[in-house]
C-alpha cells in the first residue's frame, strides 16, 4: 500500500512531488522549508522557519498516520553555518528524547529567503519502542 500526502503546497504541484509518501509502516517526508502555508510567507529567523517546518511535518505525519514521536531518521539542510546554534536550539527540544539518527549539511537554497530545509523519515509506532 502507498499512501500519498499534500498539505496543499503549490510547490508541490509545480515540482511535482508529495510532501510525505507512506509504504506500509514507513513514511518518507520531503524536504519541508519554513513557510507558514496559512499566510504563504516566510519568517526571517531560521528558528523560526525550522519551528514551521517541523509543524508542516508532523501534520503530514499525521495524515499518514504516524507522528513527529516516530521520527528515526532527520536530514537538516541549514544555508548558513552561521545559523547552526540557531536551528538546534529549534529542534533539540523536539528531537532530544526521541534521537533519532541525523545528518546536518551545509547548502545553498532554492530562493534566498530559505534558511532551512528538513526532511524526514518516520516508522509508525516507532515512539512506542523500547530505547
Known amino acids: 500500500m502507498v499512501q500519498r500526502v499534500s498539505t496543499g503546497s503549490p510547490f508541490e504541484a509545480t515540482f511535482g512531488y508529495s510532501r510525505a509518501v507512506r509504504h506500509e ?14 499566510s504563504m510567507t516566510m519568517p526571517d529567523d531560521v528558528g523560526a522557519q525550522a519551528a514551521n517546518a517541523l509543524a508542516t511535518i508532523d501534520k503530514a505525519l499525521k ?15 541549514v544555508g548558513d553555518r552561521a545559523d547552526i546554534d540557531a536551528v538546534v ?30 526532511e ?12
Open 25 to 38: 509502516d514507513t513514511v518518507y517526508v520531503s524536504g519541508t522549508t519554513g513557510y507558514d502555508y496559512a
Open 63 to 77: 495524515e499518514a498516520g504516524s507522528s513527529i514521536k516516530d521520527t528515526v531518521r532527520v536530514v537538516y539542510y
Open 89 to 118: 536550539k529549534a529542534v533539540g527540544p523536539v528531537f532530544s528524547d526521541i534521537r533519532p539518527a541525523a545528518s546536518m549539511l551545509i547548502v545553498q537554497m532554492i530562493e534566498p529567503g530559505m534558511k532551512i530545509e528538513i
Open 120 to 131: 524526514v523519515t518516520a516508522r509508525i509506532g516507532a515512539a512506542g519502542s523500547p530505547a
